[in-house]
């Protein structure tokens, strides 16, 4: 018996985590059914299984782990044995028929691997490269667009549904990040650019009976053909308003103009990506900005039902821009701690679930045997809202994320006493249990997109208008999700004198 046998006589022979028997067909998705939401329901069963066990959502295997510890040895110690993704019909459906065409739902694998190295420098740019003050940039330019849209828009007293703005100020931030090049907020067919890519955000959010029951298939039809719908009208989209015109124009011996040039060059370059690859990319990545429009609406929709998170906001912002004589752009970053703690405690109060894993061998996590195919599912919601890790985890309090500044580094950095001085607060540095992009191999590579373009939409919108709501009971968010329905409840935006 070789030593890899062995392992996996070991793995094969270990015990199997706890967790409750299942009913023929649905296994255990009857459990699962009786909460509001599954990834609460996670933790519930954890009290009774501990927490490491297993449940058969139909005749899937999946295994929920609850504690950090296991949780890093999932995804960073053991993580190129999880490297895998579920085989839900829905993925496959939303990526032109094959769920690998697509960045975060497809296995591991080596175009992956070549994948997220192309995109890393343009998707995760640095502080203090050039991507970094592109973002800036781009962000600023197209604030002054959405400020021009808003002051049309809005009727004084008036509760206005900002969601398709905001979304579309995003997709114009990421087109010119990545394309160079923007839309006008009434074209017809970028609107339904953004409405798609908010509803597809939606879907992809949603648990579904039909991914562990996929003989629902029949019933679901419709369903299914409006996803393949929307990607199909994405797609066209993109084809036809950026790739085809910029493939005519590529020149390998030009520097790189922006993430399509890259991407373009990448197939002259014969890097053995296909134009399928580099196509289904950008639509990934341009699709990032639903995420960051939902970010948005959530935290204007946590200011509207507290008030004096916008005015704490609003303190920062009038002192950085100087009453707003000026916009705020990303080197103000720093010195807005409140701002980005604020951005920090939607990313932690909404918990959007991290993407389940799949084992991709046979191995083991913390003694319990684990067979390949098995879907792990990474309970991040305790991480984010057990009182364990957080006081008072229920309320909605960015001062959680700040820490004060040391008193001695503030001294040497303003070079005089700091006793009439007003504490200077700072992120806090050691947060290891909050994971909103997660860890390991396959963690999010659009995180820097998120914080940046996120930062300037909030601080700029704040700057110019008060958020409040004509009626707080039509502010309903689903826990557990960074997504809100494409159509969702409308704000009032009144402008700061
Ligand atoms: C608030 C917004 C966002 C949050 C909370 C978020 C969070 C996550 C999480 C939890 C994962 C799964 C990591 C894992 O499986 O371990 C992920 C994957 C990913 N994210 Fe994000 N993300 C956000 C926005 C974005 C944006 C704007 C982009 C791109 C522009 C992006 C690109 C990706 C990609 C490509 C992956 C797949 C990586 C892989 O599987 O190898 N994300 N994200």
């Known amino acids: 018996m070789s030593f890899?046998?062995?392992?996996?006589?070991?793995?094969?022979?270990?015990?199997?985590?706890?967790?409750?028997?299942?009913w023929p067909i649905i296994g255990n998705l009857d459990i699962i059914g009786r909460f509001e939401?599954?990834?609460?329901?996670?933790?519930t069963l954890a009290e009774q299984y501990g927490d490491i066990y297993s449940l058969t959502l139909g005749h899937t295997r999946c295994l929920i782990v609850n504690n950090l510890d296991l949780i890093r040895e999932v995804l960073n110690k053991n993580g190129k044995f999880f490297g895998g993704r579920p085989n839900f019909l829905r993925y496959d459906k939303l990526f032109g028929g094959d769920r690998n065409n697509s960045l975060a739902l497809c296995n591991w694998s080596q175009l992956q691997q070549k994948r997220r190295n192309l995109a890393r420098r343009h998707c995760s740019p640095k502080e203090s490269t050039s991507y970094f003050t592109k973002m800036s940039t781009v962000g600023c330019i197209e604030i002054d667009h959405l400020m021009e849209r808003l002051k049309n828009e809005i009727v004084p007293g008036q509760p206005i549904d900002v969601k398709p703005i905001i979304n579309a100020a995003c997709a114009n931030m990421f087109y010119q990040y990545m394309c160079s090049m923007r839309f006008d907020y009434d074209d017809v067919e970028f609107k339904q650019f953004v409405r798609f890519f908010d509803e597809i955000f939606w879907e992809i959010n949603q648990g579904h009976p039909l991914d562990?029951?996929?003989?629902?298939?029949?019933?679901?039809?419709?369903?299914?053909?409006r996803i393949s719908y929307w990607s199909k009208t994405i797609r066209k989209f993109i084809l036809d308003r950026v790739v085809n015109?910029?493939?005519?124009?590529?020149?390998?011996?030009?520097?790189?103009?922006?993430?399509?040039?890259?991407?373009?060059?990448s197939l002259v370059e014969n890097k053995n990506m296909s134009r399928n690859t580099i196509i289904f990319m950008l639509e990934d990545f341009l699709g990032g900005h639903s995420a960051v429009g939902n970010l948005v609406m959530l935290a204007l929709a946590y200011i509207a039902q507290n008030p004096n998170i916008g005015t704490k906001i609003q303190y920062e912002v009038d002192i950085i821009s100087n009453n707003g004589e000026r916009s705020i752009n990303l080197s103000d970053m720093s010195e807005m701690p409140y701002t980005m703690a604020t951005i920090f405690e939607v990313l932690r109060y909404s918990s959007s679930p991290i993407v389940p894993h799949v084992a991709t061998e046979d191995t083991a996590?913390?003694?319990?045997?684990?067979?390949?195919?098995?879907?792990?599912?990474?309970?991040?919601y305790i991480l984010n809202k057990g009182p364990q890790y957080w006081s008072n985890?229920?309320?909605?309090?960015?001062?959680?994320?700040?820490?004060?500044?040391?008193?001695v580094k503030n001294m040497k950095e303003d070079n005089r006493s700091s006793e009439n001085e007003p504490t200077k607060f700072q992120l806090r540095k050691n947060l290891s249990h909050f994971l909103p992009f997660s860890i390991g191999?396959?963690?999010?590579?659009?995180?820097?997109?998120?914080?940046?373009?996120?930062?300037?939409?909030?601080?700029?919108?704040?700057?110019?208008?008060?958020?409040?709501?004509h009626d707080l009971s039509t502010i309903k968010i689903k826990p557990a999700s960074l997504a809100l329905p494409a159509d969702c409840f409308s704000l009032l935006l009144s402008p700061r004198i």
């Open 245 to 265: 015109e910029r493939e005519l124009n590529v020149d390998p011996d030009e520097p790189d103009t922006d993430f399509t040039d890259v991407l373009l060059k």
């Open 37 to 43: 939401n599954p990834f609460q329901g996670f933790g």
């Open 212 to 225: 562990f029951l996929p003989w629902l298939l029949p019933f679901y039809t419709g369903h299914l053909n």
């Open 365 to 380: 996590i913390s003694g319990f045997g684990v067979t390949t195919g098995t879907i792990v599912f990474i309970n991040n």
């Open 4 to 22: 890899r046998d062995l392992c996996n006589y070991i793995v094969i022979d270990s015990d199997v985590a706890p967790g409750p028997n299942p």
């Open 393 to 407: 985890p229920d309320q909605f309090y960015p001062d959680r994320f700040l820490e004060e500044k040391s008193t």
């Open 441 to 469: 191999k396959r963690t999010c590579i659009g995180q820097n997109l998120v914080r940046a373009f996120g930062f300037i939409l909030l601080a700029n919108i704040l700057m110019r208008y008060n958020i409040k709501s």
